[in-house]
């Protein structure tokens, strides 16, 4: 397993940006799928957004496409969502999750670990 801290996370009105940042310790963050995921206030966690290893493959959440990216940058073991255009429904405790197995994209939100997560709130 890897140790996940994210960072970036606030309060901020509807239509604004945040960037989100999740940091990655080990020396396996090249060989492994990343995700975001969103806790909203009283639901069940859901998922956000994906990357591949490589950076190369990405996929997102209907109801954030067109408005999040998710991004990795490899050498400095870090992840990135980048939030546009927020919504109040886009409030919650966004984690960051790992993969467990190199090379390979989990399914049905089976990552093997994942972060303290951060708070983002959206106000009308």
């Known amino acids: 397993q890897v140790q996940l801290v994210e960072s970036g996370g606030g309060l901020v009105q509807a239509g604004g940006s945040l960037r989100l940042s999740c940091v990655a310790s080990g020396r396996t963050f090249s060989l492994i799928a990343m995700a975001w995921f969103c806790q909203p206030p009283g639901k069940e966690r859901e998922f956000v957004a994906a990357?591949?290893?490589?950076?190369?493959?990405?996929k997102y959440a209907d109801s954030v496409k067109g408005r999040f990216t998710i991004s990795r940058v490899n050498a400095k073991n870090t992840v990135y969502l980048q939030m546009n255009s927020l919504k109040p429904e886009d409030t919650g405790v966004y984690y960051c999750?790992?993969?467990?197995?190199?090379?390979?994209?989990?399914?049905?939100?089976?990552?093997?670990?994942w972060g303290q997560g951060t708070q983002v709130s959206v106000s009308s």
């Open positions: 999750a790992a993969g467990d197995t190199p090379f390979t994209m989990p399914t049905n939100g089976n990552f093997g670990s």
């Open positions: 990357i591949s290893w490589s950076g190369g493959s990405t």
